[in-house]
């Protein structure tokens, strides 16, 4: 047995969520307030049998990546309004931790 | 040592705490969003010696175990209320999945 | 590799995480509802290599140890307050709980 402890970001959270449910992986998310990713992020548990530790990686890889995206900016405060024109800026999104942690047992009541 | 990391309903959790604290458990409760369980949860820390695990085991199979409850159904909105006759239903409550996780040390300051 | 648990009083989460930050540990903060301190805690999960562990240990140990502070007693509500002379009373604050876990792997996406 393992515990997957994995920090994603929350724009993320909702579809790796789904993914991971379809594959029956049952999961437990916490709030999580700061850290690894500047971004909101969340944090989720998984427990899963070593055999499928593989599948979830690939899951949390296709769905949480870094990726560039392309965001409008917001419009400066004050200053030249007039002459500023927004240009759509690259911004780096996503991204995954995921720790692998042994499990001695796990009991369900 | 061992670091068990407990997802139980909220509705059990308050006794559960109670009990774990009248037994010198040392416990520290985790906001959780989802998860395990279907209804609202709550996820749990506890550090303990091994020889108290099994204690703590039985506590939580005690205090949260999946049972049956009778509840009042929400009557339907709209329809035809005068005929609606409200039958309590049976569902289940409860439920608790505790992971025994190997720490190594653990530090007091 | 190991994953640290910490449990710390929120008051001391702010200067902790400026300084494991300055460092370059990577941490991510929890929302926890209670627990091992008496007051509003936090927890914080820090993955390291073993190298860093004892560095680790010494920031806590450093930033958010037990200690005695002088705070101003609330005045009790109604009861004579012409004769109410507050005292500064002595009060323990801060404390860490560590824990130090194993961790197989880590991968980052
Ligand atoms: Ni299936
Ligand atoms: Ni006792
Ligand atoms: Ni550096």
């Not at 992986?25 to 070593?50: P, V, Y």
């Not at 599948?55 to 949480?64: G, K, P, S, T, V």
Request: glycine share 8%; hydrophobic share 40%; proline share 5%.
């Amino acid at each position: 047995m393992k515990l997957l402890i994995a920090i994603v970001q929350d724009k993320d959270t909702s579809r790796l969520t789904d993914v991971l449910g379809e594959e029956d992986f049952k999961l437990t998310k916490l709030a999580t307030t700061g850290g690894f990713l500047k971004e909101g992020n969340t944090t989720l548990m998984i427990g899963t049998d070593d055999d499928y530790v593989d599948r979830a990686l690939e899951i949390f890889r296709d769905n949480c990546s870094k990726r560039e995206q392309m965001v409008a900016p917001i419009s400066p405060m004050g200053g030249n309004a007039d002459s500023y024109i927004p240009q759509p800026v690259k911004v780096e999104v996503g991204g995954a931790t995921v720790f692998i942690m042994p499990m001695e047992q796990y009991y369900k009541f």
